[in-house]
């Protein structure tokens, strides 16, 4: 009885054991799975913001080079620019090509302004030179349109004498001015002819999808 009792026991602890011990053989897959999946999303968290912050650190490079760069051509077109402004005296040395330079700008103001009467401004200096000019613009202008025109020079209200030179023609009762100075038509130059220089320069752009 005893022998029987005893190798019940033994079968039961057996029983309890290998039980026990595929209890704990899933939990420890379990565990090992739980741990291993930890791993993999944090070493994919890691590896996905040492990514992003590579992208980010070149990404940022770029752009101080870029910056760098167009900084640079930027002071290369101003420098340009500006060696032209101090350069703009000298068309008005020669005094035959300054006068067909203002009768070009006397006439265009006329074309635009379309107007019977018009006066121009300029510097005092030049009032010789200009009032010559315009009976070449009136001329020209009636040739080209079969209209009389009468420019007159007004002399109370003459061009500052720090200007390079050109003129302004005036229309519409005084309320209409055409600035042709010299300086004011570099500014266009600038404005208008700026991505053609640029072009010259550097090459043509090819991240630039759209041109005026």
Same mark, same amino acid.
């Given at each position: 009885m005893t022998a029987f009792i005893r190798q019940e026991a033994l079968e039961k602890a057996k029983e309890i054991q290998l039980k026990a011990d595929e209890e704990f053989s899933i939990e420890k897959s379990k565990l090992v799975r739980q741990e291993t999946a930890s791993i993999d999303k944090t070493y994919d968290k890691k590896f996905k913001q040492a990514a992003m912050s590579q992208q980010i650190t070149r990404s940022t490079a770029s752009n101080k080079t870029r910056l760098k760069v167009l900084s640079a051509r930027q002071e290369l077109l101003d420098e340009l620019f500006e060696q032209a402004r101090g350069k703009l005296a000298r068309y008005a040395d020669d005094e035959n090509q300054y006068q067909t330079i203002c009768k070009n700008l006397v006439l265009e103001g006329l074309y635009a302004l379309g107007e019977e009467k018009v006066s121009v401004r300029a510097r005092e200096k030049d009032f010789d030179h200009v009032k010559k000019a315009i009976v070449d613009a009136e001329r020209e202008y009636k040739e080209n349109t079969k209209k009389e025109v /009468?420019?007159?020079?007004?002399? /109370?209200n003459p061009q500052p004498e720090e200007l390079a030179g050109g003129v302004s023609i005036v229309g519409g009762n005084g309320k209409i001015e055409i600035n042709n100075t010299f300086e004011e038509r570099l500014k266009l130059l600038e404005t208008d002819a700026l991505p053609a220089v640029r072009?010259?320069?550097?090459?043509?752009?090819?991240?630039? /999808?759209?041109?005026?």
């Open positions: /009468k420019v007159e020079i007004d002399e /109370k072009q010259i320069l550097f090459g043509k752009n090819e991240n630039r /999808k759209f041109y005026d």
